[in-house]
């Protein structure tokens, strides 16, 4: 169980973080920013809630906030230690399913959406957006050498970033009357 007794510790003063071991890095490292872009996806989905989502999809998001912060428990944790808590091929698993089961219901695709429609659906784009962000960041994380990266990658965890962002466009779609109020894009629209 994780205790915080005081809030400011005024070690980061200098421009670093420690991360979960121990190791201090610039605040301005990947691993820190793919980790806090984590933490940021959360808080985007925090708003969404905030504003009112029904069930399923608020248990359904609630969770995946949960997920969010094991994956930047493994991001923020560099180990190979067994016991350390890890993303594994189940959080995908677990995405998968409700994107086959949400994308059921949705009318078929006839061209690009823009994000909008439904305020829920707007948000949902945005925590797309902000999830490929993520993705991007733990991607090139996983291209540096294991001394540049500050450790071990868990590829699990781009596996999970990239489902996930397609989850959050399937959702976005389904809270727009499955797909009956979605935005979409009209290519050249401006040209007359």
Known sequence: MVHLDRIYTRSGDDGSTGLGDGERLPKHHCRVAAYGTTDELSSV??????????????????????????????????TED??????????????????????????????FILPGGTSEAAWLHLARTV??????????????????AAGPVNPEVLVYLN???????????????????DVEWKPGARQG
């Open 163 to 181: 489902r996930l962002s397609d989850l959050f466009f399937v959702l976005a779609r389904a809270l727009n009357s499955n797909g009956e109020a």
């Open 45 to 78: 989905l925090g708003v969404l809630l905030a504003d009112g989502v029904a069930e399923p999809w608020f248990s359904l998001l609630r969770g995946i906030q949960n997920d969010l912060f094991d994956v930047g428990a493994d991001l923020c944790v560099p």
């Open 82 to 111: 067994p016991g350390a808590l890890r993303v594994t091929a189940a959080y995908t698993q677990a995405i998968e399913a409700k994107i086959d089961e949400a994308n059921e219901s949705l009318q078929p695709l006839r061209s």
């Open 131 to 148: 999830c490929r962000r993520a993705e991007r960041l733990v991607s090139e994380l996983g291209s540096m050498s294991r001394e540049e």
